[in-house]
């Protein structure tokens, strides 16, 4: 359970603990499994949507074996309004609803015992479609809607947690034939609840860009609906922007919400969107690459605060650099917030003393070398 963060990863991260190194690459796995099954061709019928079944998805995708079986396929659907000019557009521009990723159970018995309970995974894959792209654009925060009826309409108090509002609206917003994100897990974690609820259980929710956003998000949600009923719920983001204020990342904390952040210091996504005022523990020496108002005179502080753009790192920070690997060449914005480039990072670490190993070469030169560009 340590590895799942119940000691919030103290004494595990640097030098990075070999385990754990193992379980976030096969986290990561998962993530590169959903980026696998989507379909890019914005020329194809089944532009995206899914490309192998639910039973065929890890094989097809480079993952036999894993002892998780997929039960539920998730889709994000775009709030935004288009103009009607766009219903000219041709389709890709204008796709509403897409297929983001998977929730899947673990089934077999030995993997079970080794992580000493059944481990429930939520993967998402990051930015693919237009409207998805300009949602990462609507980078004011706002406030988390009411989840029940006794709450509708009441004002939220100034201090509510708030995230990023195109962050929200793929969350939360539905198309015509196809509910939302937030209903779609709600509906689908209750249900594995009832089936193994007797169980000790894990979730993990673990995803890449916008889908290290969204899985902050899910996780959010799942303890605030499901309250004790929820089990351990740990997220595992790669390169993932900042989502919410500093009273999204008390709520998160104040639930038991785990988070590990993968971040590649040379990763412009990891920078934005926003400000930050004030950091969590432990990543104060890791600020100054950041845009951070720490330095500034307190009226500047409270000026930005007045606005809807201050943010606060959440979780614990494994910080990685694309420059300590010597198998890597041509760094820009591209290759250093590439899946494979942090997948990499991961299995190169040793610590910040050391900071990478000889046989890291493995990762680009295996299974994760494909010139597989991420949204390309």
Avoid at 30 to 55: E, G, L
Avoid at 77 to 87: F, V
Wanted: aromatic share 10%; charged share 25%.
């Amino acid at each position: 359970m340590e590895y799942q963060g119940v000691r919030n990863w103290d004494g595990l991260l640097d030098p990075l603990d070999d385990n754990l190194r193992r379980e976030i690459l096969r986290y990561g796995g998962f993530v590169d499994a959903a980026y696998k099954a989507f379909d890019f061709d914005p020329y194809s019928p089944t532009y995206a949507t899914r490309r192998f079944s639910k039973s065929s998805l890890f094989e097809r995708c480079g993952l036999p074996g894993t002892g998780y079986r997929i039960t539920r396929n998730l889709t994000a659907s775009s709030g935004i309004q288009l103009p009607r000019w766009a219903e000219r557009a041709p389709g890709w521009m204008s796709t509403r609803s897409s297929w983001i990723g998977y929730v899947a159970v673990c089934q077999d018995k030995e993997e079970i015992a080794r992580l000493g309970r059944r481990d429930i995974v939520i993967a998402y894959r990051g930015t693919a479609t237009c409207l998805e792209w300009l949602e990462n654009l609507r980078a004011t925060l706002s406030h988390i809607p009411a989840s029940g009826p006794s709450d509708a309409g009441v004002c939220p108090p100034a201090d509510a947690p708030m995230v990023e509002s195109g962050f929200l609206s793929l969350y939360k917003s539905r198309a015509a034939t196809c509910p939302s994100l937030q209903e779609m897990v709600r509906e689908e974690i209750s249900r594995l609840l009832r089936s193994y609820g007797d169980e000790p259980l894990s979730l993990t929710i673990t995803g890449h860009s916008l889908g290290a956003a969204l899985a902050t998000l899910t996780a959010y949600d799942v303890k605030t609906t499901f309250g004790q009923a929820a089990p351990l719920v740990t997220v595992i983001s790669f390169g993932g922007p900042r989502v919410g204020n500093p009273s999204f990342r008390c709520s998160l904390e104040e639930q038991g919400t785990k988070v590990l952040r993968i971040v590649n210091s040379d990763d412009l996504i990891t920078k934005v969107p926003g400000f930050v005022i004030d950091r969590a523990d432990g990543d104060a020496a890791s600020s100054d690459r950041d845009v951070s108002l720490a330095g500034l005179p307190s009226w500047i502080q409270r000026r930005v605060a007045d606005t809807q753009w201050v943010y606060a790192e959440v979780g614990r920070e494994l910080r990685l650099s694309s420059k300590d690997s010597p198998y890597l060449s041509g760094i820009n914005v591209a290759t250093c917030h590439d899946l494979k480039t942090y997948l990499h990072l991961v299995n190169g670490f040793v610590s910040s003393n050391c900071p990478f190993r000889v046989t890291a070469e493995r990762v680009l030169g295996g299974r994760y070398s494909r010139a597989e560009r991420v949204g390309a």
